[in-house]
Structures are given as C-alpha cells and as structure tokens.
C-alpha cells in the first residue's frame, strides 16, 4: 500500500524539493500550484495541476481522481515583510484558502496532513535554543496565519479526525546536490542567494541588516537547513502518520546559529569570488538569534540531517546558482 500525495506549493522552493525526495521514493505525486511565485520548470515528475488550493471543487476532484490520501500543504505567502504592509492578502491567501482547503479535504476523505510551519510563529524568542515548548507569540502576520493554521488542525483532529504534523522551519537554504532544482524568488529577499548573485556579479553588493546587535559579531544568528534535509523530514512525516502516529509538531532547524558575516566569509570561500559588502541599519522584525532546538524530530521521527554543515549548503546553493545564473525559465502561459 503506496501513499498518493497530494503536494501545494511544489512548483516552490520548498515544495520543489519534497516533491523530488517523494519522487525519489515512489509515492504517487500531485502537485497543486497555482505559479504566482512558483516555476513550472522547478516540478521534476508526477501529475502538476495549475490551480488555486482555496479551489473546493477541484480540491474534491483530485483527491477522488488520483486516491489522494495523505497531503504536504507548503502552498502560502511568505513574506514577513510584506506580510505587516499587507495582511489582508496573507489572511486570504494562507487562512481563508487554508481553510477552505482543509474542509475540502476532510469533506474528501483525506485524514493525513502536513502543514509546512515556520519559526516565525515563536516570535522574538525568549531563550534558545527555542523548542517546541517555546510560547508562540508571532511578531508578524506571516507567522500569526500559520500559527492560526496550526490551532485550526488541532480544532480539525478532534472534530474530523484529521491527523498532522506541523513543520516549523528555521531558515531553509540550499539546493538539491543534483543541481537540477533551486532557489530562485522574485524578488529576491533571502540572504544566501543574494549573496549568491553578488558572487555572480547579478548585483554589486550586498548589505548587513544591523551590526550592533547582541552576538559575538553583532549581526544576526540564523539557523540555517538544508533544503534537501527538510524535504526528507516531510517523507519521515508521512511515513509516522501512516503508521498511526498521533499529530505533532516539529521544529526543523540545525541547532546551530551562523551569523550573517560568516554566511558572507563561507560563501566568499567557497565561491572564491569576492564582492561588496556594506553595512546598513536592522531590518524591521528582525529577531537577534534564531536558533532551533531538532531534539524532537530526532528523538521521535530518526531525522538526521546530512548536509548539516554551512559550507555543504553553501556549495550546493553555489552549484545551482552559478550553473541557473538567470533562475528557472519564465513560465509559458497555458503548460
Ligand atoms: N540579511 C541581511 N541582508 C540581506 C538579507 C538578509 O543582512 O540582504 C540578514 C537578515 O537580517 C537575517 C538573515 O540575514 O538576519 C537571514 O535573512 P533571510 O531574509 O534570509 O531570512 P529570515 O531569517 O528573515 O526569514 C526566514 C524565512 C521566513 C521565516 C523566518 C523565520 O525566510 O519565511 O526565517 O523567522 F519566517
């Protein structure tokens, strides 16, 4: 008995990637995307649908159509920035559309769930390295709709018997050693492929959100994962909601935290080009440290990350960027 997936968001950086580990394990794959940040080109095999997950009746009919049985939802906004200038589009579009994909799936049968979460609902964290225990008290709309997501599966668990696990991601970087998939946003926020388009010339410098806040170098700690690792998280998931696990929450991260000059000195090494690199004032909602605390997905599921080391996910990000200097290829309308 094989599990059929339904996957949103796996035209997406994120999504991308757990589309291909499932691929990799033949599970059945649908992905739902509706491409109004993801790369038709980033969807490397099983069945794309274009179309929007708030879509009830499509919803309905790729679950009947394909015996879907178990479904990733990465399909959101994500921006924190945009997300405290517009909270009317991220409570559309990762609430309503949330919910109404959710009802569509109980409505459907589908009792399994994964709900891509992210460290932003923990807030400015009050010790670290922050487990799930931490208190949630998001600082930003992002963060707020997939909290409430969260507290919507648990109302879901009791009233539909809908079981899940919530995936809180600390900051995913990185591409598939492959080489074939990777990040590529428009625009681009994220530190490591800016500096990734320093390194390639794309841009000519980059600049350091804040110098004086309180860590040894005085730039923010991030705790950065391999994307390929966090992909296989959604596989060890899937496979403890078959086996009857109870829903949960995990925190995804490598417990370590790297700050944004060594980002800069590791990319710089081994990239082995240099660039601009200028020092400017914080950046709004930025928290000083943020670093996880993966015990749990340890202990309970056996993840174990394999490129766990800065330099593994630098190069990696490095063979994908310097080989897809110009990111994926536009999306033709109509494929
Ligand atoms: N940074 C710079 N210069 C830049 C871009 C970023 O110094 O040009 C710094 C930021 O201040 C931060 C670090 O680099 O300290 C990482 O920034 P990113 O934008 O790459 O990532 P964030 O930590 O802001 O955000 C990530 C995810 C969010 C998620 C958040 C959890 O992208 O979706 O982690 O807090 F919500």
Request: net charge negative.
């Amino acid at each position: 008995f094989m599990m059929n997936v339904l996957v949103t968001g796996g035209a997406g950086y994120i999504g991308s990637h757990v589309v291909k580990e499932l691929l990799k394990r033949d599970y059945l794959v649908v992905t739902l995307d509706n491409l109004s940040k993801g790369h038709r080109d980033a969807v490397t095999g099983g069945v794309f649908v274009q179309g929007d997950c708030g879509d009830s009746v499509l919803v309905g009919e790729l679950v009947k159509q394909y015996r879907i049985n178990a479904v990733v939802h990465l399909a959101a906004d994500s921006l924190v920035g945009e997300s405290m200038t517009r909270p009317d589009k991220y409570c559309r579009n990762n609430l309503s559309n949330g919910v109404e994909f959710l009802t569509a799936l109980v409505q459907a049968g589908v009792r399994q769930f994964i709900l891509s979460s992210t460290a932003a609902v923990y807030g400015e964290p009050e010790y670290t390295p922050i487990d799930e225990a931490h208190t949630t008290r998001p600082i930003n709309v992002y963060g707020g709709t997939k909290l409430m997501l969260e507290q919507i599966l648990n109302w879901y668990e009791q009233a539909f018997g809908l079981r899940y696990v919530a995936l809180r991601y600390f900051n995913a970087a990185g591409a598939d050693p492959e080489g074939n998939i990777g990040e590529d946003h428009d625009p681009e926020t994220h530190l490591i492929p800016l500096i990734m388009q320093a390194a390639l010339g794309k841009r000519d410098k980059i600049t350091i959100y804040g110098t004086d806040y309180p860590t040894p170098d005085g730039t923010c700690l991030r705790d950065y994962i391999h994307v390929s690792d966090l992909a296989v998280a959604h596989i060890l998931a899937l496979q403890a909601l078959e086996a009857g696990a109870a829903s949960a929450v995990y925190n995804l991260g490598n417990e370590r935290g790297h700050s944004v000059r060594e980002v800069v000195d590791a990319v710089r090494r081994v990239t082995g080009q240099d660039f601009t690199v200028e020092e400017g004032p914080h950046r709004e909602g930025d928290p000083a440290v943020l670093v996880a605390s993966s015990r749990k997905i340890k202990e309970c599921l056996n993840w174990q990350p394999r490129y766990g080391e800065l330099e593994d996910i630098i190069r990696t990000a490095w063979a994908w960027h310097s080989s897809h200097p110009g990111g994926y290829p536009k999306n033709k309308p109509g494929r």
